[in-house]
Protein backbone atom coordinates (compact mmCIF):
# COMPACT_ATOMS: atom_id res chain seq x y z
CA UNK A 1 0.00 0.00 0.00
CA UNK A 2 2.98 2.39 0.67
CA UNK A 3 4.59 1.63 -2.82
CA UNK A 4 1.22 2.75 -4.23
CA UNK A 5 1.37 6.24 -2.00
CA UNK A 6 4.51 7.05 -3.15
CA UNK A 7 3.99 6.30 -6.91
CA UNK A 8 1.09 8.54 -6.67
CA UNK A 9 3.18 11.02 -5.01
CA UNK A 10 5.75 10.61 -7.48
CA UNK A 11 3.71 10.81 -10.29
CA UNK A 12 0.92 12.76 -9.58
CA UNK A 13 1.33 16.04 -11.77
CA UNK A 14 1.47 13.04 -14.79
CA UNK A 15 -1.67 11.47 -13.35
CA UNK A 16 -3.12 14.61 -13.17
CA UNK A 17 -2.96 15.82 -16.71
CA UNK A 18 -4.50 12.49 -17.54
CA UNK A 19 -7.43 13.24 -15.24
CA UNK A 20 -7.97 16.40 -16.95
CA UNK A 21 -7.30 15.21 -20.35
CA UNK A 22 -10.23 12.51 -20.33
CA UNK A 23 -12.18 15.04 -18.81
CA UNK A 24 -11.58 17.45 -21.35
CA UNK A 25 -12.01 14.65 -24.51
CA UNK A 26 -15.33 13.73 -21.99
CA UNK A 27 -16.49 16.88 -23.31
CA UNK A 28 -15.31 17.74 -26.31
CA UNK A 29 -17.10 14.29 -27.38
CA UNK A 30 -20.04 15.18 -25.51
CA UNK A 31 -21.01 18.58 -26.35
CA UNK A 32 -19.80 18.58 -30.01
CA UNK A 33 -21.69 16.45 -32.36
CA UNK A 34 -18.63 16.29 -35.35
CA UNK A 35 -15.87 15.01 -32.95
CA UNK A 36 -18.84 12.87 -31.10
CA UNK A 37 -19.77 11.39 -34.43
CA UNK A 38 -15.93 10.48 -35.80
CA UNK A 39 -15.43 9.21 -31.63
CA UNK A 40 -18.34 7.02 -32.37
CA UNK A 41 -17.17 5.93 -35.59
CA UNK A 42 -13.52 5.17 -34.50
CA UNK A 43 -14.61 3.42 -31.17
CA UNK A 44 -16.97 1.00 -32.78
CA UNK A 45 -14.48 0.13 -35.41
CA UNK A 46 -12.42 -0.48 -32.64
CA UNK A 47 -15.14 -2.34 -31.25
CA UNK A 48 -15.94 -4.41 -34.08
CA UNK A 49 -11.66 -5.35 -34.81
CA UNK A 50 -12.03 -6.62 -31.47
CA UNK A 51 -15.83 -8.93 -31.41
CA UNK A 52 -13.77 -10.41 -35.03
CA UNK A 53 -10.60 -11.89 -33.62
CA UNK A 54 -12.23 -12.63 -30.32
CA UNK A 55 -15.42 -14.81 -32.96
CA UNK A 56 -12.41 -16.45 -34.34
CA UNK A 57 -10.55 -17.78 -31.35
CA UNK A 58 -14.05 -18.59 -30.25
CA UNK A 59 -14.53 -20.79 -33.30
CA UNK A 60 -11.27 -22.52 -33.30
CA UNK A 61 -12.02 -23.52 -29.93
CA UNK A 62 -15.34 -24.90 -30.73
CA UNK A 63 -14.02 -26.92 -33.76
CA UNK A 64 -13.22 -29.93 -31.66
CA UNK A 65 -16.93 -30.06 -30.66
CA UNK A 66 -18.47 -29.49 -34.27
CA UNK A 67 -16.32 -32.26 -35.92
CA UNK A 68 -17.68 -34.21 -32.43
CA UNK A 69 -20.97 -33.63 -33.67
CA UNK A 70 -20.28 -34.21 -37.34
CA UNK A 71 -18.77 -37.71 -36.72
CA UNK A 72 -21.76 -38.95 -34.67
CA UNK A 73 -24.04 -37.42 -37.36
CA UNK A 74 -21.80 -39.13 -40.59
CA UNK A 75 -22.19 -42.38 -38.53
CA UNK A 76 -25.45 -42.18 -38.16
CA UNK A 77 -26.05 -41.85 -41.73
CA UNK A 78 -24.17 -44.55 -42.76
CA UNK A 79 -26.47 -46.14 -40.20
CA UNK A 80 -28.93 -45.63 -42.55
CA UNK A 81 -27.77 -46.05 -45.61
CA UNK A 82 -27.00 -49.90 -44.18
CA UNK A 83 -30.92 -50.57 -43.12
CA UNK A 84 -32.37 -48.79 -45.75
CA UNK A 85 -30.38 -50.53 -48.34
CA UNK A 86 -31.06 -54.38 -49.45
CA UNK A 87 -27.71 -56.61 -49.25
CA UNK A 88 -26.22 -57.53 -53.27
CA UNK A 89 -27.81 -60.53 -54.66
CA UNK A 90 -25.52 -62.95 -54.84
CA UNK A 91 -27.59 -65.36 -57.32
CA UNK A 92 -26.56 -65.11 -60.99
CA UNK A 93 -28.16 -62.45 -63.27
CA UNK A 94 -27.90 -63.17 -66.71
CA UNK A 95 -29.12 -60.48 -69.50
CA UNK A 96 -29.99 -61.94 -72.30
CA UNK A 97 -29.78 -59.58 -75.52
CA UNK A 98 -31.29 -60.39 -79.35
CA UNK A 99 -28.60 -61.82 -80.47
CA UNK A 100 -28.92 -64.75 -77.31
CA UNK A 101 -32.34 -65.36 -78.42
CA UNK A 102 -31.23 -65.78 -82.03
CA UNK A 103 -28.67 -68.50 -81.08
CA UNK A 104 -31.46 -70.20 -78.79
CA UNK A 105 -33.62 -70.37 -81.78
CA UNK A 106 -31.38 -71.62 -84.27
CA UNK A 107 -29.95 -74.10 -82.01
CA UNK A 108 -26.42 -72.66 -81.57
CA UNK A 109 -26.69 -72.05 -78.37
CA UNK A 110 -27.65 -74.72 -75.56
CA UNK A 111 -30.43 -72.96 -73.28
CA UNK A 112 -29.53 -75.51 -70.23
CA UNK A 113 -26.81 -73.42 -69.63
CA UNK A 114 -29.04 -70.64 -68.03
CA UNK A 115 -31.15 -73.36 -66.07
CA UNK A 116 -29.51 -71.98 -62.74
CA UNK A 117 -29.79 -68.08 -63.47
CA UNK A 118 -32.11 -65.42 -63.11
CA UNK A 119 -32.20 -64.54 -66.57
CA UNK A 120 -33.63 -61.10 -67.70
CA UNK A 121 -33.94 -59.72 -70.92
CA UNK A 122 -35.10 -55.97 -72.68
CA UNK A 123 -38.55 -55.53 -73.89
CA UNK A 124 -36.99 -54.66 -77.20
CA UNK A 125 -35.46 -58.26 -77.55
CA UNK A 126 -38.77 -59.58 -76.96
CA UNK A 127 -40.69 -57.39 -79.67
CA UNK A 128 -37.71 -58.48 -82.17
CA UNK A 129 -37.51 -61.92 -81.45
CA UNK A 130 -41.80 -61.63 -81.59
CA UNK A 131 -41.33 -59.95 -85.29
CA UNK A 132 -39.17 -62.47 -86.54
CA UNK A 133 -41.64 -65.20 -85.28
CA UNK A 134 -44.13 -63.44 -87.63
CA UNK A 135 -42.28 -62.97 -90.36
CA UNK A 136 -40.82 -67.27 -90.21
CA UNK A 137 -41.02 -69.18 -93.10
CA UNK A 138 -40.86 -72.28 -91.45
CA UNK A 139 -43.68 -74.16 -89.23
CA UNK A 140 -41.16 -74.96 -86.74
CA UNK A 141 -40.63 -71.20 -86.08
CA UNK A 142 -44.40 -69.68 -86.90
CA UNK A 143 -45.07 -72.40 -83.77
CA UNK A 144 -42.81 -70.17 -81.55
CA UNK A 145 -44.63 -67.31 -82.37
CA UNK A 146 -45.24 -66.74 -78.37
CA UNK A 147 -42.56 -66.69 -76.67
CA UNK A 148 -41.83 -68.84 -73.70
CA UNK A 149 -38.77 -69.23 -71.43
Given amino acids: MRNVFLFIRRHFNFLFFL ?3 IIALSFLFRYNKFHEAAFMNVSTEITGRINEKY ?3 EYYFQLKKTN ?3 VRENLRLRQQLKENYEAPDSAR ?3 LDTVTLIGLERGSIDAAQFDEDDVWTATICVAEFRVGAELADTAE ?3 KRYFRR
Fill in 93 to 95: RLI
Fill in 19 to 21: VLQ
Fill in 55 to 57: NGI
Fill in 141 to 143: RRA
Fill in 68 to 70: ESL
